[in-house]
């Protein structure tokens, strides 16, 4: 098989992010076709469409970034029932300017980290009807809903559960075959 290019999007800036965390234990569980890099949206300026004439810097790189990947994994944690705003400001900025929307038919899969037992879906479910605007083909199943992280990590910040890692690992080989049929 080919190997795709995937951009890893966290919705979290925390430095202790059980989001990131979980993104980091994906990425040594992914399948070797799957070459997944951790896409930064930290530091990015908050949309307004008056700065398209010149754009920042910062939108530019992440527009760029995106434009040259094969597929996208989400990670995000909830907050206050819905998506980060620091995620969906990435949404945002990749979608503009009108007509040069950079997620552009990309397959994607969503994967929400709390330490709730809710599991984030309300914010899992909430980022699946952004990607749907912006035209991402978003796996549907199976659904990753991580809850009670906290549990979930040693104090090296790697994940310590084996039913989780053979979830994820499982998670993992269904994405590759949704980017194989989508890219
Ligand atoms: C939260 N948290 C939270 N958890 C949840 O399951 N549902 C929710 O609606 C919310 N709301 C919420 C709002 C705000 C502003 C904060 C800061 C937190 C708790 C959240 O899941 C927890 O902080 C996670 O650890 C955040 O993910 P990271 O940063 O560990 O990846």
Redesign the pocket.
């Known amino acids: 098989m080919k190997t795709y290019k995937i951009a890893v999007i966290?919705?979290?800036?925390?430095k202790?992010?059980?989001?990131?965390?979980?993104a980091k234990a994906l990425m040594q569980l992914a399948p070797e076709s799957l070459d997944l890099e951790l896409v930064s949206i930290a530091g990015l300026p908050m949309f307004n469409e008056d700065l398209e004439g010149n754009p920042p810097k910062e939108w530019e790189v992440l527009r760029e970034k995106i434009r040259n990947v094969d597929g996208l994994l989400f990670?995000t944690?909830?907050?206050?029932?819905?998506v980060?705003g620091v995620l969906k400001n990435a949404i945002d900025v990749g979608s503009r300017p009108y007509g040069k929307n950079s997620w552009d038919g990309k397959p994607a899969a969503v994967v929400s980290?709390?330490?709730?037992?809710?599991?984030?879906f309300?914010?899992n479910h909430h980022l699946r009807q952004s990607l749907t605007f912006v035209n991402v083909p978003t796996m549907a199943q199976p659904e990753a809903y991580i809850?009670g992280?906290?549990a979930l990590f040693d104090d090296k910040g790697e994940l310590n559960n084996d039913s989780t890692k053979d979830f994820l690992k499982n998670f993992m080989l269904a994405f590759e075959k949704w980017v194989h049929t989508n890219a």
């Open positions: 966290v919705g979290s800036l925390r202790e992010s059980f989001n990131l965390k979980t990670l944690p909830e907050y206050n029932r819905s980060p980290v709390s330490i709730g037992n809710i599991s984030g309300g914010a809850g992280a906290a």
